[in-house]
């Protein structure tokens, strides 16, 4: 079958993971195996390098995990018990489902569940939706990760383009504010680095001690869920000191008196009290924030994991509108720039049904609780959801429910596929088409196959239409397959856009990809205004907009648990790849008050559940908060539990988020704690 590659070749596409970046990449190809992957100048913005992380790609095409036929289960659920199939049998196993339940339940008993796990724009939203549309199942809320941010960002300014990577060195102010592109985004910090080098002021603001907070001039390492009187007692500060623009608010802004009113009660003292860092650091932060041009906010993501996350991101990126930073190049905000293109995915002809929503991050109450009508069918695709979503011991019940028939289709044996009635061998990037948007860098590039698919596996287009036609959904006219999939989504596209991917693999946005914001893009709101205070999300948020909700820490559960993204995985994917053990990161001053040292087997947990792993103790996080790192799998704990099953299933205050670090839990020596 491979006769069509010369023995060595290289064949260069894009990196479609869920990662800000989108690195255009040069795979080396021998006897038809994918043998390297590095980074091209291609996308002039990621340089030519690549991280570590997808370094090791060849390693899950291959590797042992990998999933390379059809599987039906045999044992009991969880132990990845399978044996072959063919897929046409699987297929016909699973469409039959499909239609037993809707006969007998309705659509709504068919929940699918996928998150970013294959990020591009064929993966997902394409002949999948087609399928579950028209089958009028239950709609999946889409929450795990930037979901209160993305409301923030949408309500606030439409989503308006923010300040490219390549402007970072223009700025004179950087406030990194719960991102660590040291681990996510690798791109920006030489952007940064150069920044410094120039003389700008680097402010870091992240209960760790990140990469680039030791290089920070100032570093507020806040309590995790304390962003937001942070960020109020910046705007405190400028309404009431004088240094709000007021000119630009009158001209730009609605809602900036809600606001001002809002942040009135948090002074420096009474915020840093809250966040438990120093007074006269925040004050430096705002005062030097108002002393520089042009000014620039990173806003990340780690801010919004809580359940003041929503309200959070809005106040942090309402300070440039306040401050009057933007204007200038280098000056402003970044949050992702997804939506810089001014398109929306809207390729699929099928109407979204008025059915339940599901939030994803209430996935085991789902499974185990909701009645009319009970989940009967699920189907995972480019997501692990029994190591990704809150409370993981109700997820791992739900999905060990002998009345559930679970689907996952993907790529390697995750710990969701042990617990799949069928199980699904899909492709991986490096196998198929995709066109990649990055949400850092403002780039949008077509992916091409370099090898052929591994084993029998099968593209999400390929796949998903397959079962379309199987459940005699088609309608005339829609694309068959990859291929076709990509030539009508290219077609669907702004034509420039379209035209240019297919004609030379990358386009250049509308604005040109370097937009200063308020003289090149605008907000996309209905009247081109910021909206400091959108009553709708008054009215959603429970102490509502900007109102703080306090600690949910307790006495028996006092340290707060934080799991940020890591140099391993992306999200959960490439957990499969062999690593040190996960180990539980705590400072020496909790670590002394516990009597534990580094090295010591322990118990970390709360009356959600427990994880045991090993502790690290070190300066590196500050005091009262511990770390797991983010995307870890059952195989990397002791105990086979990893940090969800320590996070409530609690949502954010807006946007529906998940409250990872709203985790409250408790350490102890795991040798003789008689559990
Ligand atoms: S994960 Fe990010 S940094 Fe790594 S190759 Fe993909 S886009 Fe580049």
């Given at each position: 079958m ?7 070749h ?13 690195c ?30 997808v ?38 196993l699973?469409?039959a ?24 724009l ?14 009028g199942?239950?709609?999946?809320a889409?929450t795990?990760?930037?979901a209160?941010t993305?409301a923030?960002n ?10 490219a ?6 700025a ?10 040291s ?39 806040v309590r995790?869920?304390?962003d937001?009187?942070?960020?109020l007692a ?12 007021t ?18 009660p ?18 430096r932060?705002?005062?030097l ?31 440039p ?27 699929v002809?099928a109407?979204v ?6 939030n ?7 499974l185990?609780?909701?009645?009319d009508?009970?989940?009967?069918v ?17 997820v791992l ?10 689907v996952?289709?993907d ?13 699904l ?5 490096i ?10 860098p ?8 370099v ?34 999939e ?15 991917l ?10 040109g ?30 102490a509502?907009l ?7 820490a ?23 790849l062999?690593?040190p ?20 087997a322990?118990?970390?947990?709360n009356?959600?559940?427990e ?6 103790v ?16 059952r195989r990397h704990?002791?105990n ?9 299933d ?5 946007g529906g988020?998940?409250c ?9 020596s ?6």
């Amino acid at each position: 079958m491979h006769s069509s590659f010369a023995p060595e070749h290289t064949v260069e596409t894009v990196c479609p993971l869920d990662c800000p970046d989108s690195c255009s990449l040069v795979a080396t190809v021998q006897d038809g195996k994918l043998t390297a992957l590095d980074g091209t100048h291609a996308n002039p913005v990621t340089g030519g390098y690549i991280c570590a992380k997808v370094r090791r790609f060849p390693e899950r095409v291959y590797g042992p995990d990998r999933v390379l036929f059809p599987m039906v289960r045999k044992g009991p659920k969880g132990l990845a018990s399978f044996e072959r199939a063919s897929w046409d049998e699987a297929l016909e196993l699973v469409a039959a489902k499909m239609r037993e339940a809707r006969q007998a339940f309705g659509g709504e008993s068919i929940l699918p569940y996928s998150y970013g796990g294959s990020n591009g724009l064929l993966t997902q939203d394409t002949s999948d939706a087609t399928l579950f549309r028209r089958l009028g199942t239950s709609r999946l809320a889409r929450t795990v990760c930037a979901a209160p941010t993305s409301a923030a960002n949408l309500g606030m300014y439409g989503k308006m383009a923010s300040v490219a990577y390549e402007d970072y060195p223009e700025a004179r102010f950087i406030l990194l504010w719960g991102a660590n592109p040291s681990a996510s985004g690798i791109h920006l910090v030489p952007f940064i680095r150069e920044a410094k080098q120039r003389g700008a002021t680097l402010v870091v603001i992240d209960p760790r001690v990140t990469p680039l907070a030791k290089q920070a001039d100032i570093h507020l390492a806040v309590r995790p869920g304390t962003d937001l009187p942070v960020a109020l007692a910046i705007h405190r500060y400028l309404f009431e000191e004088g240094h709000a623009d007021t000119a630009f608010l009158a001209e730009h802004a609605n809602g900036a008196d809600k606001l001002r009113e809002r942040a009135q009660p948090w002074t420096f003292e009474r915020a840093a009290e809250e966040a438990g860092i120093d007074a006269a650091a925040l004050r430096r932060v705002a005062e030097l924030y108002v002393a520089a041009s042009p000014a620039l906010v990173r806003c990340g993501w780690g801010q919004e994991r809580n359940r003041n996350g929503g309200s959070a991101s809005m106040a942090i990126l309402a300070l440039p509108a306040v401050a009057g930073k933007f204007g200038v190049r280098g000056g402003g905000y970044t949050m992702s720039n997804s939506a810089s293109w001014g398109f929306e995915r809207d390729w699929v002809d099928a109407q979204v049904p008025q059915t339940r929503e599901v939030n994803m991050n209430h996935l085991g109450r789902a499974l185990l609780e909701y009645a009319d009508p009970p989940v009967k069918v699920l189907f995972v695709y480019n997501s692990n959801a029994a190591v990704t979503t809150p409370d993981q011991t109700r997820v791992l019940r739900g999905l060990s429910r002998d009345d559930l028939f679970t689907v996952v289709f993907d790529q390697v044996m995750t710990d969701t596929a042990r617990y799949a009635d069928v199980l699904l061998p899909a492709t991986t990037f490096i196998e198929g088409y995709d066109i990649a948007r990055g949400y850092g860098p403002i780039t949008l590039r077509l992916g091409r196959p370099v090898i052929e698919p591994v084993g029998e596996a099968r593209s999400n287009a390929d796949v998903f239409g397959a079962l379309v036609r199987a459940l005699d959904l088609q309608e005339d006219g829609e694309p068959e397959g990859e291929l076709e999939e990509m030539l009508h989504v290219l077609g669907r596209l702004p034509a420039a856009i379209g035209g240019d991917l297919r004609d030379q693999g990358s386009a250049t946005a509308p604005h040109g990809g370097r937009p200063v914001q308020f003289v090149d893009v605008w907000p996309r709101t209905t009247d081109r205004k910021i909206d400091l205070f959108p009553p709708e999300y008054d009215r959603e948020a429970p102490a509502g907009l900007y109102g703080y909700q306090p600690d949910p820490a307790t006495p028996q559960y006092p340290l707060a648990l934080i799991s940020p993204a890591s140099e391993r995985t992306i999200s959960s994917t490439l957990g499969e790849l062999p690593r040190p053990e996960a180990r539980l990161l705590m400072h020496p001053d909790d670590a002394a008050a516990r009597g534990l040292k580094d090295g010591d087997a322990v118990r970390v947990f709360n009356d959600l559940g427990e994880v045991r792993c090993n502790l690290v103790v070190g300066p590196w996080i500050r005091t009262g908060t511990v770390s797991l790192p983010k995307g870890l799998w059952r195989r990397h704990t002791a105990n086979g539990y990893t940090g969800t099953v320590l996070v409530p299933d609690t949502l954010s205050d807006l946007g529906g988020g998940a409250c990872f670090n709203d985790a409250r839990v408790e350490v102890e020596s795991a040798l003789g704690s008689g559990h």
